[in-house]
């Protein structure tokens, strides 16, 4: 049984940072692909960053480029996304999400497990 854990939200004022973690149990993280994703108040959910497991290959969406950093902890079964130089319109809750046996993608629907999400929230 796969489960995804997040932790590491919190309240933040702009230009602070934040590191979020994922810890992963039941997963064949060798085939894995993992993902962060994150929804704001009234929009849809939207892809952050994502990993390949085996090789460590990492993507992001425009907005987080230069400023987040994902990675993952082969020796923690941990996920981690580190967030430097937050903004208000981070705010959102975020998720992390696995594709056991894919590719990194942006594309939501290709992840099979997913976590309960943890709130961030930065003020201006």
């Known amino acids: 049984q796969v489960q995804l854990v997040e932790s590491g939200g919190g309240l933040v004022q702009a230009g602070d940072s934040l590191r979020l973690s994922c810890l992963a149990s039941?997963?064949?993280?060798?085939?894995?692909?993992m993902g962060w994703f994150r929804r704001a108040p009234g929009k849809e959910r939207e892809f952050v960053a994502a990993?390949?497991?085996?090789?460590?290959?990492?993507y992001y969406t425009d907005s987080v480029k230069g400023r987040f950093t994902i990675s993952r902890d082969s020796a923690k079964n941990t996920m981690n996304l580190q967030m430097d130089s937050l903004k208000p319109e981070d705010t959102a809750v975020y998720y992390c999400?696995?594709?056991?046996?894919?590719?990194?993608?942006?594309?939501?629907?290709?992840?099979?497990?997913w976590g309960q999400g943890t709130q961030v929230t930065v003020s201006s």
């Open positions: 999400a696995a594709n056991e046996y894919g590719d990194p993608s942006s594309y939501s629907s290709l992840y099979d497990y």
């Open positions: 039941g997963l064949t993280f060798s085939t894995s692909a």
């Open positions: 990993i390949r497991w085996s090789r460590g290959n990492t």
